[in-house]
C-alpha cells in the first residue's frame, strides 16, 4: 500500500496531532516529513494543496489539515 | 480496540474528510456521527473539546480537527 504522508513543522500542535496519527495507521503506513528541515519539501507540499501543518496527504492524495499549527508561508521565513 | 469517531454535518468538506478516514482506518473502526441529524450529541462533541466539523476524535481521546467545513455553533441553528 503506498504510504499516507504527514507534514509537520515540529510546534506542538504538530507533535500532537502526529502522535494520535502514528497510533491511528501505525509507523510503517505514514512517511513523516519535517519542513521546517527539509524546506526543498515546501514547493512540494503547496502543490499538492497544502496550506499549513500539520497536515496528512492520504494515499489516494486527499489532503487533511489536521487542527492548526503554523502556515506554509510561515515555514518560508 | 476502542473506535475512532468521525463527527460530520453533511457538507461536502465533511464528505470528502469523511471517505478519507473511513479509507485510511476502515469501516469497522471508525464511527460515523451526523451531528446534523443527532443534535442531542453536540453538547458531548462540545465537551470533548470540539471546535469544528468534519473531526475525527481517536481512541486515545485526542481532537483532530479536518480541514474546516462547519463551526458547532452553527450545527446548533
Known amino acids: 500500500m503506498k504510504k ?4 509537520h513543522a515540529g510546534c506542538s500542535v504538530c507533535v500532537s496531532a502526529e502522535n494520535e496519527i ?3 495507521l501505525g509507523t510503517d503506513n505514514v512517511e513523516i516529513v519535517h519542513l521546517g528541515e527539509e524546506k526543498t519539501r515546501i514547493q512540494d507540499a503547496e502543490s499538492l494543496g497544502i496550506k499549513s501543518v500539520p497536515v496528512l ?13 503554523a502556515s506554509i508561508d510561515e515555514l518560508r521565513a
Do not use: A, R
Open 57 to 69: 496527504v492520504t494515499p489516494s492524495g486527499g489532503v487533511l489539515h489536521l487542527n492548526f499549527g
Open 22 to 24: 502514528v497510533e491511528l
Open 4 to 7: 499516507s504522508v504527514f507534514y
